[in-house]
């Protein structure tokens, strides 16, 4: 299995900055993406940004230029930066790994989640 800890997060008043951090441990053949996804109340969870193997990035289009998306592979570990918040980034978000792991002789697709961490940003 492959656990995945998130870190960072709290409350900032717009225009401010937060790093998150989530780190993937356990027993893995290969992870082969790392992303962040968000849910505000009442919504649905979706995707922030995320980094796939050959280090290729993806972003909604309402972070672009705000957020970035970085990867320490030694350490297995994700970051998100986000710069210039706004009250409608608000939300709990989500790290999510996508993995290859070992089973007895197979290779099998394997995802994890976090726990969520809180994100409030006040105007």
């Known amino acids: 299995q492959v656990r995945v800890v998130e870190s960072g997060g709290g409350s900032v008043q717009a225009g401010g900055s937060l790093t998150l951090s989530c780190a993937a441990s356990?027993?893995?053949?290969?992870?082969?993406?790392m992303g962040w996804y968000r849910q505000a109340p009442g919504k649905q969870r979706n995707l922030v940004a995320n980094i796939i193997s050959d280090d290729r990035t993806n972003y909604v289009d309402s972070v672009k230029g705000r957020f970035t998306i970085s990867r320490d592979n030694a350490k297995n570990t994700v970051y998100l930066q986000m710069n210039s918040l706004k009250p409608e980034d608000t939300a709990v978000y989500y790290c999510?790994?996508?993995?290859?792991?070992?089973?007895?002789?197979?290779?099998?697709?394997?995802?994890?989640w976090g726990q969520g961490t809180q994100v409030t940003v006040s105007s």
């Open positions: 999510n790994v996508r993995s290859t792991v070992v089973r007895g002789t197979k290779l099998e697709p394997f995802e994890s």
């Open positions: 356990g027993s893995v053949f290969s992870i082969n993406a």
